[in-house]
Nanobody
């Protein structure tokens, strides 16, 4: 599965951005699609996942501010980010996994396909 992330950029605190991740995969609808991020000097962390069967999970740090969605016809997953904070500054990665169990959706090691990352910078 080839993934292409886009939509990053520079935004002021309180602003919004929408990230997109397009997949070159005809069976896109059967994959769990996730977003992760890696801030400077930190490890990559889970942000959100939209499972193949419609379940959505968020990290506590973004719940209520970020919204993950997917369009299976367009083979694209989105991350709408509102009320951005400087701590949201990171490279954001989309990832795909094959039908994860409930306990694994936050585990980046369970995602076998990754996009190249898109940089989001939030200025204070």
């Amino acid at each position: 599965v080839q993934l292409q992330a886009s939509g990053g950029g520079l935004v002021q605190a309180g602003g919004s951005l929408r990230l997109s991740c397009a997949a070159a995969e005809r069976t896109f609808s059967s994959y769990d699609m996730g977003w992760f991020r890696q801030a400077p000097g930190k490890e990559r962390e889970f942000v959100a996942t939209f499972t193949w069967n419609g379940f959505i999970y968020y990290a506590d740090s973004v719940r209520g501010r970020f919204t993950i969605s997917r369009d299976n016809a367009k083979k694209t997953v989105y991350l709408q980010m509102n009320s951005l904070e400087p701590d949201d500054t990171a490279v954001y990665y989309c990832a795909a996994a094959t039908r994860l169990p409930y306990s694994a959706y936050e585990d980046q090691n369970k995602y076998h396909y990754w996009g190249q990352g898109t940089l989001v910078t939030v200025s204070s």
